[in-house]
Structure formats: structure tokens, C-alpha cells
């Protein structure tokens, strides 16, 4: 029989040996049954939100001293919170599982078990006819259909699908719809690191065994899973998205930063970079764009099947810091997640927002779609009534600039469209003494204020034609020669027909929202000429909806809902980044698409070497369109003015500067309940700023004190430009 000191020492060499932590579904469990979120965990045991992650699905364990810190936490918690009794409570999510390892699912064989909503009758018909041009110059089929056969299954290395607490249930309906269509099984994307590891949506992980670029580009065609439905019938897939970390990169022959003296933005590859020689070795291509930060590697369509491949080149500063804060520096789970979320509600990213906003009109509003030759009887492709079309339009010479061909080689000095956001400042001698012993300055800015002047907005879709000494009619879309220098409104309010807020000093262009509100003002217009589009339509009508969607439901992610009271409102979004800065860089990335695809409707020539007249690459778009966008710049200008002035009429006050989207206004308090318009049912007068998360809707953009404000109006600053501190910048628009 053994003696007490011999057990004694039996039971402390079991003390002295490492710790084992409980499986990783438990240890998931206990955190939530605890009420712990991830990222709070993380900042107890001083690591990462992602490497909590990572013991929780059993992709890695923690180390000494972390090891014994986190059994004890979760021994502490196993007392609280048994996993059966009385004393367990329920917990808040589901319980994930433990990690596994296996095959994933093969895709389906044949179209016909594709589901119905995926793909168009036609294409499952006919072969796609050829002939449609994508944006970036390659051939596209207008009605793609699936693949004859599936890819084979890429190896996963660990599907894990933590569910947590600082995950919300709306990014997780967001994830799984990425994956719904079985053709891509893995969704739209992945963040491919140095140790060959793709991550992927929602927690996956495959094992991606590329040494080259080439082989990369193989794999995620043939093995991946990944890729995106069409977002119109007659519209194409979205080709899969490989995002390249700098180790990444480096392990695939590339440089880990990209070095060059011109514009970061055409920065690339030379052509006989050993990389852009083997890609052209194997019989790849690449878009004109080149090698640079988002290179599109592809063959011509073979049949019905698209061969093409996105990259993003981290390093190379492809997700741009403006557009998606602080997602670049995130680990490669936390980028997949960001950019799958984005992916998944506004578009699979190809370049920059900029970029995927006005990709994102195409896709939605395709250009062909698939019609029946009446004499071979074939399906080929026809128009797409309601879109741009397939080749680029002139615009009439008031609406182009000063540097297109139209105007140089016409010789047109008419002048110009001057369509722009506001920028204007009251003059100083124009404050009150009353206004001026206010406290504060209060500065408002609306939700994505392009997007809700998008909203069923209709413009010309047909060439201009000319007309001289036509009636004025609002319903036309186009641009008018008109003397709008009789309209008088207050002074202590911007004018609403010029950016400057200047009163007009003659006749000048306008678009027709401009010059439909100075009849709405009870003045009388008559134009001298007039360039009008007779096809019309509300072009732009899916992409609000599918913007403005996107905007709202991150926005409620990060806690900011439609049923706050505006008290509510205002505390949610002091904090909202805070709650989760992946999904919050998602949001600033919405934004940053309506701006930057509103901006490149009008994309200026780029690089030393242009000469005035000149085409430059962006006019061989069809969606190089002035004219849509000043429409849009108009609306959105008319209905600042139209807000100003009814806060004019129902509070008596008026702005100290207005700049694109922002408006300062002195106030009593440091907050705008101080000085909104309410009803005595305390319910926000209709037809002034009101506060909330839908895009047309304002939010507190900063606070300053008044003698600040008057301080740079004297200066000729403009307080707007400068109210959320830090010498913040708005972006206007390009």
C-alpha cells in the first residue's frame, strides 16, 4: 500500500504537467455562456481577437504564459456554467462544433441542378452568344451559364464557423448567402498567406499548394470553389478574388512592395518581369491595367466558360487606407471576413471602390442580354433596354471637359456644366450679434447624400440631340442654356445654381434638376438652348437599391437601427466603429463606392504624357458619362438648398458653410437636438435635417465652439471642411 507521501507526490507531479485545456467547442462555450465577447477576451490574455479565434476552432493552442492564464479563466467559468443542471444557462448563440477536416462537397455536375434563381432560362437553353465587351477590354459571354463539369474540390484544412457574440447574426446571414449558390461552395473570395493557407468565408481555410502565380491562377479555377452568382440574369459570374498577403506575394516571385515614380495608381509590373513573362508563357493574359495592385489574369471565353481571375496585392496598397481603414493590417481571416461582407452585399471587389461602384452599375444593369435571331433561329446578343449599351457615347460639348475631343477638335467655347458639390462659406459681415454670442457650432452631415439623390433618378440613356429656344420641361433629362441670374434668394443662404454658392451673373449650363428648382421657386426659366437625350430611364435605380441596402445592414451590424429614437441614435453612432473595425471599415468602403463610382463617370485623363485632345482609356467606356453625373451632383446640391431653407423657415436659422454634404450651424447646445425642428409630439419636422442611419438622413459630423468657427470664416477657411477635427478633409466626390 502506497504511503501518504508517495501520493502526495504522485498528485503534484499531475499539478507540474502543462495544462490541458477543455476542446475547443467548450471553450467557445464557456466564453459565450459568460457573456465574453472574442475581442474582449483577447484584450484580458493581451493577444489578438483572431488568435482567440484560433483556440476556439482548434487551429491553434496558446503557450505559456497564456496557456495557464486561460485554464484558469476557463476553470473558473466551468464552476459558473456546467454543461448540464440547473445552474447552466442558455446559451445566447449556437454552440459551434469542433473543428474538421475533410473534402468539401463536390459542385454540381450540370446546370440543370443549379437552382432556378441563379440562372436565366436562356442560358440554360442556349450557349451564351459571344461578343459582349467587359469594362476591362477582354471578351465576356453575355449570358454565361454554369460550367459543363465541376472544378475539383480544393482540400480544406479546417472548416470552422466560431459563433460568437461580437459576430452578428446579420454578417452571418451575409457569409452563408456568399456561399448559397453550389457552384461556389466557398464563396466569392480568400486571403492566401506564405504558408499556403486561403482563407476563406466564415472561418474556412484551404490549402493552397501555388508556388507561382500561374499555378495560382490554375488552382482557383480548377480547385477552389470560389466565385460569385450573377447579380442580373443577363449578367456574368463574378470571377473568383485571390487576396495576396506580402509574404504571399514574395513566396509567388512578385516583389513585396511595388517601386516606381509615377502615380501609385498606374504603377506595375514592367513586361519582362519574370512574372509577366511566365504568365504570357502559359498563355494568360492580362488586362490592360497590367501587373499592379488588382491584376485580372484570364483566357478567352472558351464556350460557355469564363476563364478569369482577380488578384489584390496587399502590399502593393490595393485596399486603398481612405476607402477600407485599417483592413490591410488586419490577419487574413479578418480581411476575408471584411471583404467577404462586402462582396456578398454590394459586389466582389475588382480594384478599388471607385472601380467596384461602377462595375457594380454594370452588373446590374448588364448591357446585352441573350435574344433569338429570327433567321438562324441562335440565341445571340441584343441590347439590354435600360442600359448603357455595349459602345461609348460623346457627350454633348457642355457636358464633357475642357480637354475632350469634342471640345478641342470642335472648337467649342460655349462653356461648360459646372455641376458640382457645394463649397461656400457666409460672409462674416452677414452673422447676427445674436448668432455670434451662440456657443457652439454644430456641424450635420447626410448619410451618403449621392446615393439618395440617385434614388429613382432618371437620365438619358441616348446621345444628345441639339435644340435651340426649347420650352423647358423637367421631366427631360439634359443640359440647358439658361439665365438664372434674376433669382434671388436670402443672402445669408448659399445660391443653389452654382458650387460656390455665388449668385449667377448671366446665362450659363445647367442640368435639369437645376434649373426645375428655380421654377419650383416661383421663377420663370427660359432656356436659350438645350442638349436633351430622348431614351431615358432610371438607370441608376439597382444600384441605390443594392447600395443603400448594403449601407443600412452594416449599419445595424454596428448597432445603429432604424428603431432608435434620435437620443438613441446619436450614442450608437458615437461608438458604432468601435464595435466591430472590420464591419466598420466595411461601412467607410459602402461610402467610398457611391463617391467614388459617382466620380468616375467623369474620370479625368491620368499621367504626364496626355495631351489635350487626346481619347484617353476611360472614354472607351460606355459608362464615361458626364451628364449622369452631374444629374446626380445637381439633385444632391437642390435638395441641401431645399433643406437649408426650410430650417430657415422653421427654426430662423441659417448655416455658417456648407461643403458637399456637410452643413455647420451655430447652436445653444453641443448637440443637434439643440436646434433640430421638432413637433410638439417631439416626432422631427418632415422637410428639414433629421437625424438617422438611412442614406438622405444626417448624423453629427463634429462640434466646435462658435469663436472657432468665426475665427477661420475670417480667415477664408471653411469651418465645414475642418468641424470633425483633426484637420479632417470631406471627400467630395473624385
Not at 153 to 181: G, I, L, Y
Not at 372 to 394: F, I, K, Q, Y
Not at 586 to 615: C, D, S
Request: charged share 25%; net charge neutral; hydrophobic share 40%.
Amino acid at each position: 500500500m502506497a504511503s501518504e507521501e508517495e501520493l502526495f507526490a504522485s498528485v503534484d507531479a499531475l499539478l507540474n504537467e502543462e495544462p490541458h485545456l477543455p476542446p475547443p467547442a467548450e471553450r467557445a462555450r464557456l466564453r459565450e455562456a459568460a457573456g465574453i465577447t472574442q475581442a474582449r477576451l483577447a484584450t484580458a490574455l493581451k493577444t489578438t481577437t483572431q488568435s482567440v479565434k484560433n483556440w476556439e476552432n482548434g487551429r491553434s493552442e496558446p503557450k505559456s504564459p497564456r496557456l495557464d492564464a486561460y485554464q484558469r479563466l476557463l476553470n473558473g467559468w466551468a464552476a459558473k456554467y456546467p454543461a448540464s443542471g440547473a445552474l447552466a444557462p442558455a446559451p445566447s448563440a449556437p454552440v459551434p462544433q469542433a473543428p474538421t477536416v475533410h473534402t468539401a462537397p463536390p459542385a454540381p455536375q450540370a446546370a440543370a441542378t443549379t437552382p432556378a434563381a441563379s440562372v436565366p432560362p436562356a442560358a440554360s437553353r442556349q450557349p451564351a452568344p459571344e461578343g459582349a465587351r467587359t469594362s476591362g477590354g477582354e471578351a465576356a459571354d453575355a449570358v454565361p451559364a454554369p460550367p459543363a463539369s465541376a472544378p475539383a474540390p480544393a482540400r480544406e484544412r479546417t472548416v470552422a464557423s466560431p459563433a460568437s457574440p461580437a459576430r452578428r447574426p446579420a454578417v452571418k446571414r451575409a457569409a452563408q448567402a456568399a456561399v448559397a449558390d453550389p457552384r461556389f461552395p466557398h464563396g466569392p473570395l480568400a486571403v492566401l498567406d506564405g504558408d499556403g493557407c486561403a482563407y476563406g468565408v466564415d472561418g474556412l481555410v484551404l490549402d493552397c499548394p501555388a508556388t507561382t502565380v500561374v499555378e495560382l491562377v490554375e488552382w482557383t479555377l480548377r480547385e477552389s470553389g470560389l466565385g460569385a452568382p450573377r447579380l442580373n440574369r443577363n449578367g456574368k459570374d463574378s470571377d473568383p478574388l485571390i487576396v495576396l498577403t506580402a509574404s504571399a506575394a514574395v513566396k509567388l516571385g512578385l516583389p513585396e512592395r511595388l517601386e516606381g515614380h509615377e502615380q501609385r495608381r498606374s504603377l506595375r509590373l514592367p513586361e519582362d518581369h519574370p512574372v509577366v513573362k511566365e504568365v504570357a508563357k502559359a498563355k494568360w493574359r492580362l488586362t490592360q491595367r497590367g501587373f499592379g495592385p488588382w491584376p485580372r489574369i484570364y483566357r478567352k471565353v472558351q464556350g460557355r466558360e469564363r476563364q478569369c481571375v482577380q488578384l489584390a496585392i496587399l502590399s502593393w496598397d490595393a485596399l486603398d487606407e481612405r476607402a477600407w481603414p485599417g483592413v490591410a493590417e488586419r490577419e487574413p481571416a479578418e480581411i476575408a471576413r471584411a471583404l467577404t461582407v462586402y462582396a456578398t452585399r454590394v459586389i466582389t471587389p475588382r480594384g478599388s471602390t471607385a472601380v467596384s461602384g461602377l462595375e457594380l452599375m454594370t452588373a446590374l444593369r448588364p448591357p446585352t442580354r441573350a435574344v433569338r435571331d429570327e433567321a438562324s433561329g441562335n440565341w445571340v446578343a441584343g441590347h439590354n433596354p435600360g442600359s448603357l449599351g455595349t459602345e461609348p457615347m460623346d457627350p454633348a460639348p457642355p457636358e464633357a471637359t475642357p480637354e475632350h475631343p469634342v471640345v478641342v477638335a470642335g472648337g467649342w467655347t460655349g462653356g461648360f456644366l459646372d455641376e458640382e458639390a457645394y463649397q461656400w462659406v457666409r460672409p462674416v459681415d452677414l452673422l447676427s450679434d445674436e448668432e455670434c454670442t451662440l456657443p457652439y457650432a454644430v456641424g450635420l452631415d447626410l448619410n451618403t447624400a449621392f446615393l439618395a439623390a440617385a434614388a429613382r433618378l432618371v437620365v438619358g440613356l441616348s446621345a444628345p440631340d441639339h435644340f435651340r429656344g426649347p420650352a423647358f420641361n423637367p421631366k427631360i433629362p439634359g443640359s440647358w442654356l439658361v439665365d438664372l441670374s434674376h433669382v434671388e434668394v436670402d443672402p445669408r443662404l448659399p445660391s443653389p445654381f452654382t458650387p460656390s454658392g455665388e449668385r449667377p451673373t448671366g446665362p450659363a449650363w445647367y442640368q435639369t434638376h437645376t434649373v426645375a428648382y428655380a421654377q419650383e421657386l416661383g421663377f420663370n426659366v427660359r432656356p436659350v438652348e438645350a442638349y436633351l437625350r430622348r431614351e431615358t430611364g432610371a438607370y441608376l435605380d439597382p444600384w441605390h437599391d443594392r447600395l443603400r441596402t448594403a449601407y443600412v445592414d452594416t449599419l445595424a451590424d454596428l448597432g445603429v437601427t432604424k428603431d432608435l429614437d434620435d437620443r438613441e441614435f446619436l450614442a450608437a453612432m458615437e461608438r458604432h466603429k468601435e464595435v466591430d473595425p472590420a464591419l466598420a471599415a466595411v461601412l467607410a468602403a459602402v461610402k467610398a463606392t457611391v463617391k467614388g463610382g459617382i466620380g468616375k463617370l467623369r474620370e479625368r485623363p491620368q499621367g504626364r504624357r496626355y495631351q489635350q485632345g487626346e481619347r484617353w482609356p476611360a472614354l472607351q467606356r460606355p459608362t464615361w458619362r458626364p451628364d449622369i453625373r452631374a444629374a446626380v451632383i445637381s439633385k444632391a446640391r437642390v435638395n441641401m438648398h431645399r433643406k437649408l431653407t426650410n430650417m430657415a423657415k422653421m427654426t430662423g436659422l441659417y448655416p455658417l458653410a456648407v461643403l458637399s454634404d456637410c452643413v455647420v450651424y451655430p447652436s445653444p447646445g453641443a448637440s443637434p437636438l439643440d436646434f433640430l425642428p421638432y413637433a410638439a409630439s417631439g416626432k422631427p419636422q418632415p422637410g428639414a435635417f433629421r437625424l438617422g442611419p438611412t442614406p438622405g438622413l444626417a448624423k453629427l459630423e463634429g462640434v466646435q465652439s462658435m469663436l472657432w468657427a468665426v475665427d477661420l470664416m475670417e480667415q477664408g477657411y471653411n469651418p465645414a471642411r475642418h468641424i470633425k477635427g483633426g484637420d479632417a478633409v470631406l471627400d467630395e466626390g473624385e
